[in-house]
Nanobody
Framework: QVQLVESGGGLVQPGGSLRLSCAPS????????MGWYRQAPGKQRELAAT???????NYADSVKGRFTVSRDNAKNTVYLQMNSLKSEDTAVYYC???????????WGQGTLVTVSS
């Protein structure tokens, strides 16, 4: 019954910025881990960035220094601030959330980010 609602995707020029948001809808939930995975055209889904309920973060090497993941625990909302965007960042970005360590998580429907001039 838990749904993750994503927003913020769109078209942005190289070097630009975009901010993604994800929050649960349809139930009252709290999550140990929330974050973002992405899938580029013709490629497998990969981790972008995650954050725990205590603020520990994990980033893919390809986005370190450019992306920042954060969360609002009161709203159970996770954000992804994307700066200095490159064409290689073009992908569908999927929100992910897990209630407990090692538990099966829930996925959002994805939001498309296109980086192009």
């Amino acid at each position: 019954q838990v749904q993750l609602v994503e927003s913020g995707g769109g078209l942005v020029q190289p070097g630009g910025s975009l901010r993604l948001s994800c929050a649960p809808s349809g139930s009252i939930s709290s999550f140990y881990l929330m974050g973002w995975y992405r899938q580029a055209p013709g490629k497998q889904r990969e981790l972008a960035a995650t954050i725990t309920n205590t603020g520990s973060t994990n980033y893919a090497d390809s986005v370190k220094g450019r992306f920042t993941v954060s969360r609002d625990n009161a709203k159970n909302t996770v954000y992804l601030q994307m700066n200095s965007l490159k064409s290689e960042d073009t992908a569908v970005y999927y929100c992910y959330a897990a209630r407990w360590p090692g538990s099966t998580g829930v996925w959002g429907q994805g939001t498309l980010v296109t980086v192009s001039s």
